[in-house]
């Protein structure tokens, strides 16, 4: 079984290079010549081609597209003289929804859409997979083939990917942003830059140990932390008065997933 991967740049470098590592045979198609030249020299054996009719379409079961969302409807377009039965079409394409996929295609081959996020560099992407119709065998494949994303998880509803990739595509940002307003607090009070880092580290070190140890009661987490008449329970009445926290985030997810819904809107 050989995949296509069609567009190798961000996301598709580290598809490629998880294939690669379970030496699993990759037909790429990326029309950018420096992404050629560097995957030659990283990966000697692997295949590229030119054009889609270059490729051994017998030989391929995944049919990857990898490629930004503006670029989508062209490869879709000339996708359909190729695309059988056989096939799996897996998009990576944020808002690129499956019925639009199965109208350019000609609604042959199966449909699959994932969404990871850029924590699949280093395996821990929290990564949403959908599809409509596959049986369970190849459902359990293809979680077997994408394991080195990281944690991946099925939906069962196609909607639930606007809110998925609102907080889990995302999520990396937000935390970033968390932590930079620490790290900023830090620097106000007299913190050197390296210590804010090592410090700020061992916090989250210390939150996914708890995690990893089975402690996923978060209220009783804060209750081990902020005892009562104490400093930390200080902050969290500004953190929590009239759910002001909580509602801030929930209105800027619920702006990023309507974001999402309006990408989706611009392939119809
Ligand atoms: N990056 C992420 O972390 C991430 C996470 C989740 C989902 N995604 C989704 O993944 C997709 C790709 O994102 P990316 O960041 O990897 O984009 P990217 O870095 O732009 O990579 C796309 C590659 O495809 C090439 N390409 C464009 N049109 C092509 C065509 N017609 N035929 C063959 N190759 C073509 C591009 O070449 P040029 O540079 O010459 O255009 C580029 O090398 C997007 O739709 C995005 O929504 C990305």
Request: overall charge positive; some cysteine; hydrophobic content about 40%.
């Amino acid at each position: 079984m050989t995949s296509l991967l069609i567009g190798c740049g961000n996301l598709g470098k580290i598809i490629l290079d998880g294939f690669q590592k379970k030496d699993k045979k990759v037909f790429v198609l990326d029309n950018n010549s420096k992404v050629k030249r560097e995957i030659s020299k990283k990966y000697g054996k692997v295949k590229f081609c030119e054009t889609l009719s270059e490729v051994k379409w017998k030989s391929i079961k995944y049919i990857m597209i990898c490629v930004k969302p503006k670029f989508a409807k062209e490869i879709l377009n000339e996708l359909k003289n190729f695309c059988e039965k056989t096939h799996i079409i897996i998009s990576f394409v944020a808002g690129l929804k499956t019925n639009i996929i199965l109208k350019y295609t000609g609604a042959k081959s199966e449909v699959v859409r994932i969404m990871p996020n850029i924590f699949i560099e280093t395996n821990n992407s929290a990564t949403a997979i959908f599809t409509k119709n596959l049986n369970h065998k190849l459902k359990k494949k293809l979680k077997t083939d994408f394991s080195s994303f990281g944690i991946l998880i099925w939906i069962y509803s196609e909607k639930q990917l606007d809110f998925f990739t609102a907080m889990f595509g995302g999520g990396p940002a937000y935390l970033f942003f968390f932590l930079d307003c620490l790290n900023r607090l830090n620097k106000k009070n007299g913190i050197k830059a390296n210590d804010s880092f090592l410090l700020l580290g061992s916090l989250l070190e210390g939150t996914l140990k708890q995690i990893k140890m089975g402690n996923t009661n978060f209220e009783k987490l804060i209750s081990t932390v902020a005892s009562k008449g104490g400093t930390t329970e200080e902050a969290l009445k500004i953190f929590s008065r009239n759910q002001s926290f909580y509602s801030l985030l929930e209105r800027a997810i619920l702006k990023a997933k309507k974001k999402s819904l309006e990408i989706s809107e611009d392939f119809i």
